[in-house]
């Protein structure tokens, strides 16, 4: 019983330090941020931060991984929703959280990779796990070649998209939302004429396409 | 009259130069190439070569300037064709090119930037002679903010998807080309529903769209 809560102390600690990262990498470039101000604004010494992260850049991969998660979780769909009003929401939470974390999501897509190669492995699995989301909505577990271009062509034009977004206050969250559902749709259509799928799966991408075209 | 010849054998002796960096940097990598190589197959001195070009990264930089303007006038919209047949041929001459210099594609779009930071220019070059192509088709100079997004958000996506699919072959380049010309036509209309353009211009959108959905 001691032995669990001291771990679970441990882990709690270890993630208010992550949560810090979030904030400071969000404030200010990786450069510009020493293991000494993060010891100094989490009240902890130097040594017990490379006791838990090693380095600056480990510490760095591991904020970028809760920020992952993070953004997962918010994107998640929510499955009370028709087909395209969930990803219409999914899209939503996920530009909202670009717009109010713009640095850290930034930090994560454009210079992420170069700052930690780790970086370039949490990208995937991201990627992979909104696929798997996709899918499950298509009732499959594994994409056929089309359609897994079409889904991973999709998700790469939104994280492209919204990092040049960013530059770009004049375009309204909203429209921008909207040629995204009009891509995925019109892509998903074409995959299904392509690739034809299960009587099931055909009519749930028919349901997407027809409802927000 | 003399001078003049002098130049224009110089130009062509930098030209025949970069084509030989654009082969080699096609075969290896940015590493693996020093500028012993180079002169050696060339059979000039590295002495001519540092004159040229004052740098390996300088000479890199001028093989990826050379590689993006030959693949941009590949893929110059050719003015006999209808607009859906016109965008058909501007991808499959891009997919072409991308499938036969991978290695070329994968080294401007994926490490280029790493190499050296100049590269980033060269690519937002291409992206606004490929967005200029787009406007003209459309009547306009100038694109409104959604139209914008429309356009760069496409064009980033067949950057990314054209890359993902070096690493799966078993994707058919037509198949491709269709997910891209799909996902055009989708975000073009919806761009024009968002954003009411002038007759002229809603014309040939709504003709794109009609002709690809």
């Known amino acids: 019983m001691r032995a669990r809560r001291v771990r679970l102390q441990v882990d709690e600690r270890r993630l208010k330090l ?3 990262g979030i904030r400071l990498f969000s404030a200010r470039s990786y450069e510009d941020i020493s293991i000494d101000d993060v010891a100094a604004e989490a009240g902890v010494s130097k040594g017990l931060l490379y006791h838990y992260f090693r380095s600056k850049q480990k510490f760095y991969v591991e904020t970028i991984r809760e920020a992952s998660l993070h953004l997962r979780r918010l994107t998640q769909p929510d499955p009370k929703l028709a087909p395209v009003e969930r990803l219409r929401a999914a899209i939503d939470a996920h530009l909202a959280y670009v717009r109010e974390h713009s640095r850290v999501y930034a930090a994560i897509y454009r210079n992420g ?10 990208l995937e699995e991201h990627r992979e796990a909104v696929m798997r989301n996709f899918l499950k909505d298509l009732g499959l577990k594994k994409a056929p070649p089309v359609l897994r271009a ?7 034009m939104v994280e492209a998209a919204s990092l040049d977004w960013l530059t770009h206050e004049e375009l309204r969250r909203e429209d921008l939302r909207e040629l995204f559902v009009a891509s995925y749709a019109a892509m998903l259509g074409k995959a ?6 299960g009587a099931r799966t055909a009519k749930v991408m028919r349901r997407v396409r ?4």
């Open 18 to 20: 992550i949560e810090l």
């Open 192 to 197: 299904l004429e392509l690739e034809p799928r």
């Open 113 to 122: 990779v170069g700052v930690a190669p780790e970086v370039s492995t949490i």
């Open 150 to 156: 079409a889904i991973r062509g999709w998700i790469l």
């Open 210 to 213: 027809k409802e927000s075209l």
